[in-house]
């Protein structure tokens, strides 16, 4: 799971995208509900309204990466701009 972010002029959340790196292209739950889809958008804020981000670390377990070093080590292993 990949969540893109896109910024205002300002540097607000204008909405992110979240993207399905290696993976069906739909998220289910525990007991099987349907969560998302791949390229999914919202524009909720993460940890204040209660957005896809905040459902998938909730009922999904997904544990996302912020540090840069990190994200960087999984681009470089990942994605080929060729």
Known sequence: MVAH???TETGGLDFYELEF????DQVFDAAGRFVMSDWVTD?????????????LTRDVDVTWWTDRERIDAFWSTHWDPR
């Not at 790196?21 to 069906?24: H, R």
């Not at 524009?43 to 459902?55: F, K, S």
């Open 43 to 55: 524009n909720r804020v993460p940890g204040e309204e209660g957005g896809l981000i905040d459902a």
């Open 21 to 24: 790196w290696d993976g069906p």
């Open 5 to 7: 972010s896109y910024r």
